[in-house]
């Protein structure tokens, strides 16, 4: 079975998407990057490196720190796919990055994107 495309795109060559989608809605990039290291653990510095060093979605998942635990209480719908019902693992995490970034550009607070368990 052959991996979807998604698994390797540079996550580079969509982070400028997910940052000017939120900037359209008067979000800020450090906002992006909180619910990015919000997500995967990350530090600023580590995402900066993955980022210019071109990892794919594949690699930057899975040299992900450490996943939020909560991040399981993400739910709804990102372009008609419920993120809770995703199967595989890393298109899940993709799923769940995709879904904060749209709360975050619908205006969400802050504090209600980066759930607490």
């Known amino acids: 079975m052959t991996k979807h495309r998604i698994y390797t795109t540079s996550f580079a060559s969509v982070y400028p998407l997910y940052v000017a989608k939120a900037k359209k809605k008067g979000r800020t990039k450090a906002e992006v990057d909180g619910v990015i290291c919000w997500l995967t653990g990350y530090t600023q510095k580590k995402l900066d490196a993955q980022l210019k060093k071109q990892a794919d979605f594949g690699t930057f998942f899975a040299q992900a720190p450490k996943m939020n635990a909560s991040r399981t209480l993400i ?43």
């Open 75 to 117: 739910e709804g719908a990102v372009c008609g796919v419920r993120v809770e019902n995703v199967k595989e693992p890393t298109r899940r995490e993709i799923r769940y990055l995709d879904k904060l970034v749209d709360e975050l550009a619908k205006g969400k607070a802050m504090e209600k994107v980066l759930r607490k368990a």
